[in-house]
């Protein structure tokens, strides 16, 4: 703990530590149902919290919330009731939302609380000094987390709260992390720069964008070279999950004991020529861009164009040789897996009543 009694940067917080008492007798409201607002919204609700749900007039997602067993309020509503506002929009929309049906609404002494630090660590939202103002953002993606906690443990997380929040910020976003499943594998304390900045990098530059590419890239490479596209599909891609399964649970020594010599002599020889000094700057100038805001304000200008935004290149994406395969095997490898477990249809019935993002990694 520094000077006034916030958890050092890096310190891990868990449960032992933590009481819900901050959370007792006051209510949440989780405005947005999508895959992490529905996870929160969930979790609060199984470890007692009242919670609230504030949703857009006409949201889809209402009927789902109202079927999970939560009240469904307009946003402003929501707001007014509230001691604590949750903002689980997307990130694109936060900024004009606050604006325009929470920051009115906002009751003096009612906290604010993110997933993820994008709004604060851009100053896309400024909430007033002293505002108790606190970011909870579990270390994986919204369904995983109702999922983990449903089963008893829960996801990593990292907590960080504004610089000018009162001090007793820290107790409350501990309890929120508590009650939400953040705290069973322990949560790191960082502040909402370090979670925004880490996390997009960590997306860019590996889960979403560099593993993607190469594995886009390898497929290729073996494709014009005459080999089969499904044979490409299985070394390139499908059997990633292989691999990072054992990193998870074994760490990369441990991964390189339990696969053959000859994989890890291969890897440890050629792995360094793929990624080389080259690709290293490269990444360096991702870190850049992310670091003096280029890229936000890139994402924010062009997320919705028609030609450049995130549905026409995932649209491109998804034509690709490499998604053709892939959408062959898994309708294959699901007929194979519908027959063995006979539980027919039962994922598409969550996927319809969950969000339609739900294959997001973050
Ligand atoms: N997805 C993840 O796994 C994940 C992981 C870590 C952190 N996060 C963070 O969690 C936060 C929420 O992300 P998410 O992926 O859960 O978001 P999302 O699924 O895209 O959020 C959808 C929800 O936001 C509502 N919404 C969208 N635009 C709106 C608007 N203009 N006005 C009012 N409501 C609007 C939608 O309402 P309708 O139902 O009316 O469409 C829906 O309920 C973000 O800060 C994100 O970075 C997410």
């Not at 993110?114 to 660590?121: C, E």
């Not at 880490?198 to 390898?218: K, R, Y």
């Not at 990633?240 to 990369?252: A, S």
Request: glycine share 12%; hydrophobic share 45%; net charge negative.
């Amino acid at each position: 703990m520094d000077a006034a009694g916030a958890p050092i940067k890096g310190t891990i917080i868990t449960e032992k530590d933590v009481s819900l008492a901050p959370l007792a007798d006051r209510t949440v409201a989780v405005i947005g149902y999508g895959t992490m607002g529905r996870a929160h919204a969930v979790n609060l609700r199984r470890s007692g919290i009242a919670t609230l749900v504030g949703l857009r007039p006409g949201s889809a997602a209402a009927r789902v919330a109202v079927a999970d067993g939560l009240t469904v309020l307009g946003v402003s509503e929501a707001v007014v009731r509230a001691d604590v506002v949750v903002l689980l929009l997307p990130d694109q929309v936060m900024a004009e939302v606050y604006t325009a049906a929470i920051a009115p609404h906002l009751r003096p002494d009612a906290a604010l609380g993110f997933a993820h630090g994008f709004a604060i660590a851009f100053d896309l939202i400024r909430p007033e000094s002293r505002r108790p103002c606190f970011l909870v953002a579990p270390k994986g993606q919204g369904d995983m987390l109702r999922e983990a906690f449903a089963a008893g443990g829960g996801l990593p997380g990292l907590l960080a709260v504004t610089d000018d929040s009162p001090p007793q910020t820290w107790q409350l976003a501990a309890a929120y992390a508590r009650a939400v499943g953040c705290l069973r594998g322990g949560a790191t304390a960082t502040t909402f720069r370090h979670e925004c900045l880490s996390d997009l990098f960590g997306e860019q530059v590996v889960l979403c964008g560099g593993v993607i590419e190469l594995l886009q890239t390898a497929f290729d490479t073996l494709v014009s070279r005459g080999y089969d596209a499904e044979n490409a599909y299985f070394e390139c891609v499908y059997e990633l999950k292989l691999i990072v399964d054992l990193i998870q649970r074994y760490g990369i020594d441990g991964m390189r004991g339990r696969i053959s010599g000859t994989a890890a002599y291969g890897g440890l020889t050629r792995g360094p020529r793929v990624i080389d000094a080259s690709v290293r700057a490269r990444i360096e100038g991702i870190l850049d861009e992310i670091e003096s805001g280029a890229f936000a304000r890139e994402f924010l200008a062009r997320y919705a164009d028609t030609e450049h935004g995130t549905a026409a290149l995932a649209a491109r994406e998804a034509a690709s040789p490499l998604a053709q395969a892939g959408r062959r095997l898994q309708d294959r490898l699901r007929a194979l897996d519908t027959a063995g477990s006979g539980a027919d249809g039962a994922d598409e019935a969550e996927d319809v009543a969950g969000s339609s993002d739900a294959a997001r990694p973050d």
